[in-house]
C-alpha cells in the first residue's frame, strides 16, 4: 500500500466524524472526499484509527456493513434511525451528501 501521510488520516476522520447521525456513507464516498485513489486506504485507515469516531456510519457501496462487524453495526445504525431491510441500508434514504 502507498504510504498515507498524517494529512490524510486526519481529513479521512474529519469526513467521518462529519457524516450525521441517521445518515451513512461508503468507503469510496469519504475517498473522493478525501482526495483519495482507493476505498481501501479509507478501510485501512478505519480500521487503525477510528474507535472515537462513528465508524458505524461508513458501509459499503452496496450498503452492506463490515461483515466481520455486521451485527453491531446494523444495531448501531437502526438506533439512529437508518432504514435497514434484509441486513442492507436503503442507500437512497440514508446516504450523506459529503459535497
Request: proline share 6%; aromatic share 4%; hydrophobic share 45%.
Amino acid at each position: 500500500m502507498a504510504k498515507i501521510t498524517d494529512d490524510q488520516v486526519e481529513r479521512v476522520r474529519e469526513i467521518v466524524a462529519s457524516v450525521p447521525a441517521g445518515k451513512v456513507t461508503t468507503y469510496g464516498d469519504v475517498a473522493a472526499a478525501a482526495g483519495l485513489s482507493s476505498p481501501r486506504i479509507v478501510g485501512w485507515i478505519m480500521r487503525t484509527d477510528s474507535a472515537d469516531l462513528p465508524w458505524h456510519r461508513v458501509i459499503s457501496a452496496a450498503g452492506t456493513p463490515a461483515p466481520h462487524l455486521r451485527d453491531r453495526q446494523l444495531e448501531n445504525l437502526r438506533a439512529e434511525g437508518v432504514p435497514v431491510f434484509d441486513g442492507r441500508v436503503d442507500m437512497k434514504v440514508a446516504r450523506a451528501d459529503l459535497a
